[in-house]
């Protein structure tokens, strides 16, 4: 059985910075893309940030304000959000695509969510 769990979401002052984490266990053979998505209220899901391999791909709204990175070791994605707007406000969801020992195939799993709350 494979897990997200992330961390880091809470609430911050406009201009502040937060960093998110996402950890991923279970029986995991490989991990490809790794990425970030948010829920704003009132609104649709959309993507944030992704990482393959070394590649990065951002949504135009966070570029130059955050940053995704991954620690393979580890597992574990990372987005590091700096220079935050009201308009960050959202449940940040992360998401992977696995291979685990139990599934052929990279499979698309999901985290819980953190919250994440820009306001004054």
């Known amino acids: 059985q494979v897990q997200l769990v992330e961390s880091g979401g809470g609430w911050v002052q406009p201009g502040g910075s937060l960093r998110l984490s996402c950890a991923a266990s279970?029986?995991?053979?490989?991990?490809?893309?790794m990425g970030w998505y948010r829920h704003p209220p009132g609104k649709q899901r959309e993507l944030v940030a992704v990482?393959?391999?070394?590649?990065?791909n951002y949504a135009d709204s966070v570029k130059g304000r955050f940053t995704i990175s991954r620690d393979n070791a580890k597992k574990t994605a990372y987005l590091q959000m700096n220079s935050l707007k009201p308009e960050d406000t959202a449940v940040y969801y992360c998401?992977?695509?696995?291979?685990?020992?139990?599934?052929?195939?990279?499979?698309?799993?999901w985290g819980q969510g953190t919250q994440v709350t820009v306001s004054s």
């Open positions: 998401n992977a695509r696995i291979t685990s020992a139990q599934t052929i195939g990279f499979i698309n799993y």
């Open positions: 990482i393959s391999g070394g590649t990065t």
């Open positions: 279970g029986t995991i053979v490989s991990i490809n893309t």
